[in-house]
């Protein structure tokens, strides 16, 4: 039994991420404004302070951070921030200092999206954010001490999203959130090392 | 015969795309120090001020951005923040500007590079960018109208940098960078869209 904290832990995908670790592993659940801790992984000492509270842990699990969704002729370089802040660093952010406070053989596990390769309208951030954070799992990975592993779940819609978001979506293949969810039970209990999970 | 400018021109790659395009083309150069104008990447306000300067142009070509090399333990989020105002906010900003200020059938080609598939030590912030680029790419270009294009270069270290990035390349093959150029004239010069030549 791990002791696994999930950032994001209320949202539709970090429900069934705690539901499927929480089968087998002591779970924590961290949010913006909900869960057992409030973290703002925008803010590094945000962050931080999270590891400082719940202490040494064998597995971190983000499954938060927004994008900008908007047509690119009028995105401003303001709302493209916006998307690089959030998402992008803001998982960053969990994994640099996770590094620091995860046991031996510990593991982060971020989250991407589809749209890194399968684009839509609209979703130019979001194609960005998403082949970034894969980037950077790849790139983290083979610098990590002690054991540790990092990777990322690339999920495409879920269905229990597409009354939200389907529109953006239209034909495009979703599958149910218990799917995704099984991959970062894949990241978190299985011992490979940067690689990203498709749900696609 | 177009019109195209060149961000980053004085530099090793830039010189080889100066050089390639100048072939057949009129060639205007920028950078941030050098070049015919002079602009700042990271500044939204100073791109704009570079295309109300030059005019409307068939072709920008963007090989200028800065990454983070550093150790992955001792990277900070103000460090790796850097890179991805640089070599990533950088080049979207011009992107962004940029589909206002082409001509019709105009091109905009930015540079990413191998790390973000081949990561090296002290590459993670590198690596990220890259990938972004690369997934920027991929995600603007089925929303740019009037038959705008919008394509990246991933080249791997150049021959002619080995002097000074080599160390942390060692077992890598590098190539010419002229070889690199051609991948640029490609992007110009070609009809596709949303691709990454990879020069490695």
Excluded at 182 to 190: D, I, K, P, Q
């Amino acid at each position: 039994m791990k002791k696994i904290i999930v950032i994001g832990a209320s949202g539709t995908l970090g429900k069934a991420i705690v539901e499927q670790l929480g089968l087998r592993h002591e779970v924590l659940t961290a949010g913006r404004n909900s869960g057992q801790y409030q973290v703002r992984i925008e803010d590094p000492a945000s962050v931080e302070a999270l590891f400082q509270q719940v202490g040494k842990v064998d597995g971190v699990v983000v499954a938060a951070g927004d994008v900008h969704f908007g047509a690119l002729a009028e995105m401003t370089a303001e709302q493209f921030q916006s998307g690089l802040a959030s998402k992008l660093m803001g998982q960053v952010n969990v994994a640099l200092a996770a590094q620091k406070h995860l046991y031996d053989g510990g593991s982060i596990t971020l989250t991407s999206g589809s749209l890194s390769a399968q684009p839509i309208r609209f979703g130019a951030n979001a194609s960005t954010v998403n082949a970034a954070v894969d980037g950077f799992v790849l790139g983290a990975a083979i610098e990590l001490p002690r054991g540790l592993r990092i990777n990322s779940v690339s999920p495409t819609l879920v269905d229990e999203s597409v009354d939200v978001y389907g529109a953006y979506f239209y034909g495009m293949e979703t599958v149910p959130v218990k799917r995704a969810a099984l991959a970062y039970s894949r990241s978190v209990e299985g011992a490979e090392n940067g690689k990203t999970y498709r749900v696609w």
